[in-house]
């Protein structure tokens, strides 16, 4: 019998032990082709217009994803091998010699592998077709597509893979080198040690997250502060959330230990006592469960938001559906004769917007850091009106000579507090103006541009103030169903020259739905892998565990605890076990958000409830999927 005939016996005769970490493959392999093949649909590259904002995103998720794998393949394999070292050692005590052991071993992981991946892969096609539906349903693309096999996804899936095996296969290998016989024999009976209680490392807890805390909400002013605090929160977060569940959670179940009439209330005893005992391998596995959690809801949060909010944004980077800077007459009539000979997209409004173009200073500090020293874009308040009044909005904004309205530039979140109070110095030619504001407004009727400088002046103001500059004309119109102007917006920007600065609706809100989408898509898929991720985790060690106490529950049993007793202790430890980290990562992903919304400008101003709400909830349900799938099999490994 050769040794890979030995090592398929090996297989086929303990499968039920090989189930969770074959399982665990499979999974693998599924996500990463399922995943990758999104890449190479002709429907999806068909449907996304900027292929290289595709690419890249792509590209950064499938980084991610292998990382991400190789670790969660690692973490299972270890588990793994841990249940068979009483096996490797009765292979030794027949004669075995390790370097025939070892190759044994590296069989059965490739052999193993190869299988996973043919089944993954089989599994991952079928799946493939649903997801690329869900992307082109995002894209608000038409959800037809053709089922069929990716090769460059099964090469790029196999290569990976074929890596991962080797590595785990020579981990299996190096097994027998690193452990004495006895040391295999006795492996399954090792217990965790009693941790070390530590009132100081407790408090250290404490202060390492209140410290990433405070770091999270204080907004940083340059942009080495910007990294320098994204480092320290970083490592404050997780060494603060190790500790936490290292030395924090033992310091306050010692405290409920020494409470006697709470401890020896019912099976508080047993169940108190066990959670101690397991603290020191359940605090790794806390911890990463509670950042991969904090990750999770924090990325799809802010992947909804860029979706959730792609509409409004548009609208306010794109007031009309199609604006630009006149040129000559020949050229603005070229243009309008293409946007009304477009008649499935009637002209609701049309007009012409005069913008003074000119430099400035404000008095307020705020203002004057985002303003830069210029340029300040001026409307009138006639044209501001009757460019609200084509939108759709109102404004009953009335100014005097000397007042000044002030827009609410874009990707800030200013208001009239920002403004009142404060006056706006306007530099002309042959003389300077000084302008009191009256409020601030948050319609806007221009383009954006940074920096997003507009105000708004009486009539009278405008006219004294076009003597000395002479103002550029926007022409602006407004037609129906602007997100289907996908032919006349292609056709102006073949005719618009640069300087006119051509901007349309339908660009702004393709770019944004493509990225939020694309960006939407990819976040809550890793999501939901690092959710499957957690709850495998959990499944994997407490049914260890389970394996492990089944001798201590029995004996519980035989001195009088019922069954149902014994469920209890379970239920209670599980949901210590699963509730704790849940919370803890959902509170870092709150702050995890705000250091976001502090970075990333686009996320400024943008309200996030919604997003974290729903991603909220979506995960507590899975999540919660999970905790009675791990409750029900523990129970049964226990009680049978």
């Known amino acids: 019998m050769t040794l890979f005939s030995l090592a398929k016996k090996n297989i086929i005769g303990n499968f039920k032990n090989y189930l969770l970490y074959f399982i665990s493959m499979i999974f693998s392999v599924v996500i990463y082709y399922t995943f990758v093949s999104l890449q190479y649909s002709p429907e999806v590259q068909e449907a996304i217009e900027s292929s290289d904002s595709m690419l890249n995103i792509f590209i950064a998720g499938s980084a991610v994803l292998i990382l991400f794998v190789s670790i969660f393949i690692f973490y299972s394999n270890s588990f793994f091998t841990k249940k068979r070292k009483k096996e490797v050692g ?25 299988i996973a991946a043919v089944i993954g892969i089989i599994v991952g096609t079928i799946l493939s077709k649903l997801f690329t539906m869900m992307v082109l349903k995002l894209l608000d693309a038409p959800v037809e597509v053709s089922f069929g096999l990716s090769v460059e996804a099964i090469i790029n899936t196999l290569i990976v893979f074929l890596i991962i095996s080797l590595v785990t296969s020579f981990q299996a290998y190096r097994l027998i080198y690193r452990f004495k016989l006895i040391e295999l024999f006795r492996a399954e009976k090792e217990g965790e040690k009693v941790p070390k209680q530590s009132f100081i490392a407790a408090i250290a807890s404490i ?57 020896y209330k019912g099976t508080n005893l047993v169940g108190i006592s066990q959670l101690i005992y397991r603290i020191n391998g359940n605090a790794r596995t806390l911890t990463i469960i509670a950042l991969l959690s904090a990750v999770t809801v924090s990325a799809i949060s802010v992947g909804y938001s860029f979706y959730y909010t792609n509409e409004k944004q548009a609208e306010k980077a ?42 400035g200073e404000v008095t307020s500090p705020i203002l004057q850091d985002y303003l830069e020293n210029g340029p300040i874009k001026i409307v009138s308040e006639h044209t501001y009106h009757e460019a609200l009044e084509i939108l759709g909005k109102e404004s009953n904004i009335q100014l005097t000579d000397n007042q000044t309205l002030g827009i609410q530039p874009l990707l800030t979140e200013y208001t009239s507090d920002n403004y009142k109070g404060h006056t706006v110095t306007v530099q002309l030619p042959n003389k300077e103006l000084d302008l009191a504001f009256h409020s601030m407004a948050e319609d806007r009727i221009i383009p954006w541009s940074y920096p997003d400088f507009t105000i708004v002046v009486s009539d009278q103001l405008f006219s004294e103030i076009a003597a000395h500059v002479n ?83 029995e004996i519980l049993r035989k001195i009088g605890v019922s069954r149902k007793e014994v469920n209890a202790i379970i239920r209670k430890q599980m949901i210590f076990v699963f509730g704790l980290p849940l919370i ?57």
């Open 90 to 114: 009765l292979y030794s005590l027949l004669g075995l010699k390790k370097k025939t052991i070892g190759r044994m071993l590296f069989y059965e992981n490739i052999f193993m592998g190869g």
């Open 471 to 553: 103002p550029v004309t926007i022409k602006a119109y407004e037609v129906a169903d602007e997100k289907t102007t996908k032919d006349t917006a292609s056709q102006l920007q073949s005719l618009a020259s640069e300087e006119m600065h051509l901007t349309t609706y339908y660009d702004v809100y393709r770019e944004g739905l493509e990225s939020g989408g694309l960006n939407l898509f990819i976040l809550g898929f890793l999501g939901l892998v690092f959710l499957a991720a957690t709850g495998s985790i959990i499944y994997f060690k407490q049914l260890t565990e389970a394996h492990e106490d089944r001798g201590r529950y």
């Open 584 to 640: 803890i990562g959902v509170v870092h992903g709150l702050v995890i958000l705000q250091i976001a919304s502090n970075i990333f400008s686009v996320l400024i101003g943008t309200d996030l409830t919604v997003p974290i709400v729903v991603t909220t909830l979506v995960y507590f349900i899975i999540y919660l999927g999970y905790y009675f799938l791990t409750l029900t099999t523990v129970k049964n490994t226990v009680n049978n």
């Open 318 to 359: 794109a007031p009309f559906s199609y604006m630009h800077i006149s040129a000559s007459d020949s050229t603005d009539r070229e243009i309008e004769d293409v946007i009304q000979s477009d008649t499935e997209h009637a002209v609701i409004g049309q007009i012409d917007i005069p913008v003074i173009i000119a430099s």
């Open 207 to 263: 202060i390492f997250i209140g410290f990433s805390y405070w770091l999270g909400f204080e907004p940083p002013t340059e942009n080495l502060q910007v990294l320098t605090n994204l480092v320290l929160f970083l490592i404050s977060i997780v060494a603060g959330t190790y500790l936490l569940f290292r030395f924090l959670t033992v310091y306050i179940l010692r405290r409920i230990q020494n409470r006697k009439s709470s401890y």
